[in-house]
C-alpha cells in the first residue's frame, strides 16, 4: 500500500510539471503576439511594446512637424503682410504729405494771382490817367501852336508857351509809353501766374486722388496683416490637432 501510494504521488507530481511547462510555452507564444505572460501565469510586460511606443512617438513627432510646419508659414506670412503694412501706411502718409504741401502751394498761387489781378488793376488805372494827361497835354500844345501862328513868329511870349506845352507833351508822351510797359509786365505776370494756378490745381487733384488710393491702399494692406496674425494665433493654438494623422495602431514589434 506504501509502495502504490507513493507512485501515485510521483506520477501527479509528473503531470503538473508537464501542464506547468505547457502552460508556460503557450504564454511565451501568445506574449510573442501582443499578449501578456510571467512567472506562474500572471500579467507582465508585452514582448515588442517598445517598438510600439517609438512608432506612436514617432507618428506623433510627424504629425506636429507638418502642424508646426503650417503653422511656421502663416507666421511667416502674418509677418511679411505687417511689414508691407507698415509699408503701405508710411506710403500713404508721405502722399498725404504730398497733398498738403499741393494744397499750401495752391493757395499760395491763388493769392499771388489776387494780388496780380489788384497790381494790373491798379496799373490800368494809371494808364488812363497818363493817357488823359498825354491828350491833354497835347492839345494844350496844339493850342499854342495855333496861338503862335496866329500872333506871328515875333510874339516871344507865345513861342515861350508853346515851347512850354510842347515839352509838357513830351513828357506826358515819355510817361504814357513808359505807363503802358508798366501794365504790359503786369498783364504777363497776371496770366503766367493763372497759368500756375491752373497747373497746381490740375496736380493738386491728382495728387488728391493718389492721396487717397494710397489711404485705401494701406487700410487693405492693415486688414490683411490683421487677419493673417489671427491665423497665425489660431494656426499656434491648434497646430496639435491639424497635422496629417498617421495611425500605429496594431503596430509591434
Same mark, same amino acid.
Given at each position: 500500500a506504501a509502495t502504490s501510494s507513493g507512485l501515485t504521488a510521483q506520477r501527479q507530481a509528473t503531470h503538473d510539471y508537464e501542464v506547468s511547462e505547457t502552460e508556460?510555452?503557450?504564454?511565451?507564444?501568445?506574449?510573442?503576439?501582443?499578449?501578456?505572460?510571467?512567472?506562474?501565469?500572471?500579467?507582465?510586460f508585452s514582448a515588442g511594446s517598445g517598438l510600439?511606443?517609438?512608432?506612436?512617438?514617432?507618428?506623433?513627432?510627424?504629425?506636429?512637424?507638418?502642424?508646426?510646419? $503650417? =503653422?511656421?508659414?502663416?507666421?511667416?506670412?502674418?509677418? &511679411?503682410?505687417?511689414?508691407?503694412? @507698415? %509699408?503701405? #501706411? *508710411?506710403? +500713404?502718409?508721405?502722399?498725404q504729405a504730398a497733398l498738403i504741401g499741393k494744397h499750401i502751394l495752391v493757395l499760395k498761387l491763388q493769392r499771388d494771382v489776387s494780388d496780380a489781378h489788384v497790381a494790373l488793376q491798379g496799373e490800368l488805372h494809371q494808364l488812363e490817367q497818363a493817357e488823359r494827361s498825354a491828350i491833354a497835354a497835347q492839345q494844350t500844345a496844339d493850342q499854342a501852336q495855333q496861338a503862335v501862328n496866329a500872333i506871328g513868329v515875333a510874339a516871344n511870349g507865345a513861342q515861350g508857351t508853346l515851347? $512850354? =506845352?510842347?515839352?509838357?507833351?513830351?513828357?506826358?508822351? &515819355?510817361?504814357?509809353?513808359?505807363? @503802358? %510797359?508798366? #501794365? *504790359?509786365? +503786369?498783364?504777363?505776370?497776371f496770366s503766367s501766374l493763372t497759368q500756375q494756378l491752373h497747373a497746381a490745381q490740375a496736380d493738386l487733384h491728382a495728387t488728391q486722388e493718389a492721396a487717397q488710393r494710397a489711404e485705401a491702399a494701406a487700410q487693405l494692406a492693415q486688414s490683411n496683416a490683421a487677419q493673417a496674425a489671427e491665423s497665425a494665433a489660431a494656426a499656434g493654438a491648434d497646430h496639435g490637432g491639424?497635422?496629417?494623422?498617421?495611425?500605429?495602431?496594431?503596430?509591434?514589434g
Amino acid at each position: 500500500a506504501a509502495t502504490s501510494s507513493g507512485l501515485t504521488a510521483q506520477r501527479q507530481a509528473t503531470h503538473d510539471y508537464e501542464v506547468s511547462e505547457t502552460e508556460h510555452v503557450a504564454a511565451i507564444d501568445i506574449g510573442g503576439h501582443g499578449g501578456g505572460f510571467g512567472a506562474g501565469g500572471k500579467g507582465g510586460f508585452s514582448a515588442g511594446s517598445g517598438l510600439k511606443t517609438i512608432a506612436q512617438g514617432s507618428a506623433e513627432q510627424a504629425n506636429n512637424a507638418v502642424a508646426n510646419q $503650417h =503653422a511656421a508659414a502663416r507666421q511667416a506670412a502674418a509677418a &511679411a503682410k505687417s511689414t508691407l503694412a @507698415q %509699408a503701405a #501706411v *508710411g506710403s +500713404a502718409a508721405t502722399a498725404q504729405a504730398a497733398l498738403i504741401g499741393k494744397h499750401i502751394l495752391v493757395l499760395k498761387l491763388q493769392r499771388d494771382v489776387s494780388d496780380a489781378h489788384v497790381a494790373l488793376q491798379g496799373e490800368l488805372h494809371q494808364l488812363e490817367q497818363a493817357e488823359r494827361s498825354a491828350i491833354a497835354a497835347q492839345q494844350t500844345a496844339d493850342q499854342a501852336q495855333q496861338a503862335v501862328n496866329a500872333i506871328g513868329v515875333a510874339a516871344n511870349g507865345a513861342q515861350g508857351t508853346l515851347a $512850354h =506845352a510842347q515839352q509838357a507833351a513830351e513828357e506826358s508822351g &515819355a510817361e504814357l509809353g513808359s505807363q @503802358q %510797359a508798366m #501794365v *504790359g509786365a +503786369a498783364k504777363q505776370r497776371f496770366s503766367s501766374l493763372t497759368q500756375q494756378l491752373h497747373a497746381a490745381q490740375a496736380d493738386l487733384h491728382a495728387t488728391q486722388e493718389a492721396a487717397q488710393r494710397a489711404e485705401a491702399a494701406a487700410q487693405l494692406a492693415q486688414s490683411n496683416a490683421a487677419q493673417a496674425a489671427e491665423s497665425a494665433a489660431a494656426a499656434g493654438a491648434d497646430h496639435g490637432g491639424n497635422g496629417i494623422g498617421v495611425s500605429v495602431d496594431g503596430l509591434s514589434g
